[in-house]
C-alpha cells in the first residue's frame, strides 16, 4: 500500500509538470508567462526527501518514521534495512517489528548501534540550538 501511495506521489509530480505545460487554445501567442514564485505547488521527490531529512535530523517522529519507511521500501530511496531500522527505532514506529522479520541479527546489531548514533547526532543539534 505505501509504494502504491508513493509511487502515487512521483507520478503526480510528473503529471503536474507536464499539465502545467499545457496551454488552452485561447492562449495568447507569445511565449509563456513566467512561474509563479516561490515552491512548486506539487512537491518533487528530492523535496520529499529533504522534508522527511530535515524533521527527521530535528529529532520529529512523522520525519523520522517516514524516512525509515522510504529507506524500508526502497521505493524513493535505496532499500537500506540497517538504516531504516535505526529512524524507524528513533520514530518508535509499530512498522520497525515487521522490518526485524526481514533482517539478520547482524543488521539488526548495526541497526542499535546507527539508531545510537542518530540519537546523539539529534541530542547535539537540540544541544547547540541548530
Known amino acids: 500500500m505505501k509504494k502504491l501511495l508513493l509511487l502515487a506521489l512521483a507520478s503526480h509530480a510528473f503529471a503536474f509538470q507536464a499539465h502545467a505545460q499545457v496551454q488552452p487554445n485561447d ?21 520529499v526527501i529533504a522534508r522527511a531529512r530535515a524533521a527527521a535530523e ?47 541479527p547482524q543488521q539488526i546489531t548495526d541497526g542499535q548501534k546507527r539508531a545510537r548514533q542518530l540519537q546523539e547526532q539529534i541530542e547535539a543539534r537540540r544541544k547547540n540550538g541548530k
Open 27 to 47: 492562449a495568447p501567442a507569445g511565449p509563456p508567462p513566467a512561474p509563479p514564485a516561490g515552491p512548486p505547488a506539487c512537491p518533487t521527490i528530492p523535496m
Open 58 to 104: 530535528n529529532g520529529e517522529a512523522y520525519g523520522q518514521h517516514n524516512l525509515g519507511v522510504y529507506y524500508s521500501e526502497g521505493v524513493i530511496l535505496k532499500q537500506d534495512k540497517v538504516e531504516a531500522y535505526a529512524w524507524l527505532s528513533l520514530a518508535g514506529s509499530k512498522e520497525l517489528e515487521a522490518l526485524k522479520k526481514t533482517m539478520s
